[in-house]
């Protein structure tokens, strides 16, 4: 594949230079790429939260949007806006959604942390062809991988056989994933069910969704992204923090709770989100939720490490704080990300947090079988799993439908690990017990340096073939992928 062969022989010619690829693999991932545009005065930008998705259709386009003052910046969209908009579907309602790719290369959309039959999960090689495109073309030098491929338009089955949760739909395109992302491909997908609406949770204009990316511009206002160097295989970290699309926005809130749908969709940049100044007594946030629905208690945090792909539900009180107190959302790793302005005034606030959420979250039995996944780097600079570069129809593991099994994941480097089909839940963290953010159902583990993470999981329902894999999206692209089979 054209870009993964570019990146590789950058990787090659360093390593038969006498450089060791381990020695410029920081253990931290990514590599800061500066804009060439002036960077933009922080909470200038008014929040904007994004529309709700009407009808059963998404069209894949071309849009400039306006990002930075005074510029325009080209994006590849969904219907025309970063994020895309937000599909709203019920657990139990099957719901049918259709993607017509009017851009100029071929896309895949994953609905990730669907539990998605296999031929609309998303496989990375079961392409949407740009209209217009023959059927048998290929943009990205694979004609010998070809998939399932559809041109123009393809539709996604979601049966939504699952609890409430923060899911978001993203391009998944193979060895292009990275840049699709990055160029605007992202939008959330909330479930609503019955256990959730029950509960006396914030809701309407204090329920809000938050996606936090990165991004680094061009002169001209265009995303600034490094195709074909091999320099940012460890990932791509921008110098403008975005929410839901705007650099550093600030948000007006009235003294009361607020419920933020927290989504890091950064390509490869982990955030250690707190709230400055914290509110008296602590406990900034108090989780509800993670990547597979609500907790089955509430936690409290004074911050949040979160990995690129992971979801946080979180409640904040801004009643703790006094009226007109300007709070920020910070990354104690990297600075702004927003502000809320607390006003005078504002409704009633009749919602809580209940002491339990949810009885869906009972541990799952013993497992029927151990497997192990060591996520490595070959010599030639390549991300792998296992020792073996991605290569679509290669399973690594074949479960059984309806059997638990425990995945012990295991690395020297940082990788956010993304499993698709079902939640998983964390057993344990290096042999210990669970760490602060591994509570309730996930599908993404955030996976330290010289860290083994195991999780239990149950698949079930759908048989076919998924995929486990790195959710830092440079290292996605360049083969730090794996099949797997799910088997009747």
């Known amino acids: 594949m054209k870009r993964r062969a570019l990146l590789g022989a950058g990787a090659a010619a360093l390593g038969a230079a006498g450089i060791g690829w381990s020695l410029l693999t920081p253990k931290r991932p990514g590599k ?3 804009s060439r545009a002036p960077l933009p005065e922080p909470f200038a930008a008014r929040l904007v939260v994004p529309p709700v998705l009407t009808g059963e259709e998404i069209i894949q386009r071309e849009a400039d949007l306006h990002i930075l003052p005074g510029l325009t910046t080209r994006a590849w969209t969904y219907n025309g806006s970063f994020p895309g908009p937000t599909v709203v579907t019920r657990s139990g309602r099957a719901a049918s959604l259709t993607h017509r790719n009017q851009l100029p290369e071929s896309v895949v959309v994953h609905l990730h942390g669907g539990h998605t039959p296999a031929d609309s999960d998303g496989y990375p090689i079961d392409e949407i062809m740009p209209e217009g495109a023959s059927p048998g073309t290929t943009h990205h030098d694979m004609a010998a991988m070809a998939g399932d ?23 998944h395109r193979m060895g292009f994933t990275g840049p699709a992302v990055y160029r605007g491909l992202a939008g959330f997908h909330l479930v609503r069910d019955d ?17 936090i990316t990165d991004r680094a511009f061009e002169a001209d206002g265009s995303f600034r992204y490094p195709t074909g160097d091999s320099a940012y295989m460890n990932g791509v970290l921008g110098d403008v923090v975005l929410v839901n699309g705007l650099p550093w926005p600030v948000h007006e809130v009235d003294p009361a709770r607020y419920r933020l749908r927290l989504l890091n969709a950064s390509n490869a940049r ?3 989100l707190a709230l400055d100044p914290p509110p008296p007594g602590g406990n900034a946030f108090v989780q509800i939720g993670s990547d597979g629905g609500l907790l089955q208690r509430p936690i409290g945090h004074d911050s949040l490490a979160i990995a690129p792909a992971e979801r946080f539900d979180v409640v904040v009180d801004f009643g703790r704080y006094k009226p007109g107190a300007h709070v920020r959302l910070v990354d104690r790793d990297g600075g702004h990300v927003m502000r809320f302005d607390v006003t005078g005034a504002g409704r009633d606030d009749d919602s809580a947090v209940p002491q339990e959420l949810s009885r869906t979250v009972e541990p799952l039995p013993p497992p029927a079988r151990v497997r192990t996944f060591r996520f490595n780097q070959g010599p030639d600079g390549t991300w792998r799993i296992n020792d073996l570069e991605y290569r679509p129809g290669r399973a690594l593991a074949r479960p059984r439908l ?8 295991v690395t020297d480097f940082h ?3 993304h499993l698709h089909l079902n939640h998983f839940q964390v057993v344990s963290r290096n042999e210990n017990g669970l760490g602060a953010y591994d509570h309730g159902w996930k599908d993404t583990v955030d996976l330290r340096a010289s860290e083994a993470v195991a999780v239990a999981v149950r698949f079930t329902d759908y048989t076919g073939t998924f995929m486990l894999h790195c959710h830092n999206l440079e290292h ?6 794996a099949d797997f089979v799910v088997e009747a």
């Open 402 to 409: 309806g059997e638990v099994e425990h995945w012990r994941f």
């Open 149 to 171: 491929m559809s041109a123009g338009r393809r539709t996604y089955r979601y049966p939504m056989n699952q609890r409430a949760a923060t899911l978001w739909y993203h391009d």
């Open 270 to 272: 982990r955030y250690q």
């Open 32 to 34: 800061l790429l500066r």
């Open 476 to 481: 996605e692209d360049m083969a730090m992928m």
């Open 415 to 417: 990788h956010p690990i």
């Open 195 to 211: 256990e959730e609406d029950a509960l006396p949770l914030p809701r309407g204009e204090r329920e809000l969704p938050l996606m």
